[in-house]
């Protein structure tokens, strides 16, 4: 089974900047070949797409709230996706997660970032925006 790895959540005020990092502890699964996304989960909230980037190109697509504000990317030379946030609010707090496809994920570019087509998640990283 593929395993994501998170990382880099923590405790930030209001306005602050966190970056997330997501790779894969399983060989044979490189993130270079796969299109990634972020997904985070607030408590007492549905599951929602933040982002997601194409494996080449890369196309990248925002949802609406985060749009501007936080940005994806990749280091092809680690295998690595990150996710950098700034001026983060407390309606970012949530558990966020990063998942891959088995095969293949369409990152259209748009502010729809649908869980559908991922089949491997991590465990999650926590991220909590508090003064």
């Known amino acids: 089974q593929v395993q994501l790895v998170e990382s880099g959540g923590g405790l930030v005020q209001p306005g602050g900047s966190l970056r997330l990092s997501c790779t894969s502890s399983?060989?044979?699964?490189?993130?270079?070949?796969?299109?990634i996304g972020w997904f985070r989960q607030a408590p007492g909230k549905e599951r929602e797409g933040v982002s997601c980037?194409?494996?080449?190109?890369?196309?990248?697509g925002y949802a609406d709230s985060v749009k501007g504000r936080f940005t994806i990317s990749r280091d092809y030379t680690k295998g690595m996706v990150y996710l950098e946030m700034k001026d983060l609010k407390p309606e970012d707090t949530g558990l966020y997660y990063c998942?891959?496809?088995?095969?293949?994920?369409?990152?259209?570019?748009?502010?729809?970032?649908?869980?559908?087509?991922?089949?491997?998640w991590g465990k999650g990283t926590l991220v909590i925006v508090s003064s």
């Open positions: 998942a891959g496809p088995e095969a293949y994920y369409y990152c259209s570019g748009s502010n729809q970032i649908s869980a559908d087509g991922m089949d491997y």
């Open positions: 399983t060989s044979g699964y490189t993130l270079d070949y796969y299109a």
């Open positions: 980037i194409s494996s080449s190109d890369p196309t990248t």
